[in-house]
């Protein structure tokens, strides 16, 4: 019997990618929303009184370019408004709508679901590997 595999990126990647389909495919059918799309809609449900699309970059780590397509695509399917910046002429500010409030609800359960799953295949590893997770994606 071989080891197992220490390639530790290619397994992360890998499995991060296999868990990205098996979310997506449970929060589209729960919500209408893929998590990228649900991560942007937290982000945007974490900041009430709006974000803009930089400071949604940020926090997404995503680059500007890349979140004016996601926010653009959220806002045509009427989950975020967009609207002028009190104080900066060029930027947008992103705000919930209320049918992004409704898909943020109808995913909240299946996203517990998964998370709940996951810490029950992981077993007693669970904590040390969030730990670890953390520390990884860390910018400091």
Known sequence: ????DQRLFFLLQRTAHRLRL??????????GVTTAQLGALFA?????????QRELARI?????????????RLAAAGLLTRGAH????????????????AALRAAQPEIDRFNAELRARLGEHHAALAAALHALARDD
């Open 1 to 4: 019997m071989s080891p197992p």
């Open 60 to 72: 997404l780590g995503l680059r500007e370019s890349a979140v004016t397509s996601l926010a653009g």
């Open 44 to 52: 945007v449900h974490d900041h009430p009184g709006g974000l803009t």
């Open 86 to 101: 009190p104080g900066e002429h060029r930027a947008v500010m992103l705000r919930l709508s209320e049918r992004g409030v």
């Open 22 to 31: 098996d979310a997506d495919r449970r929060c589209l059918a729960a919500a």
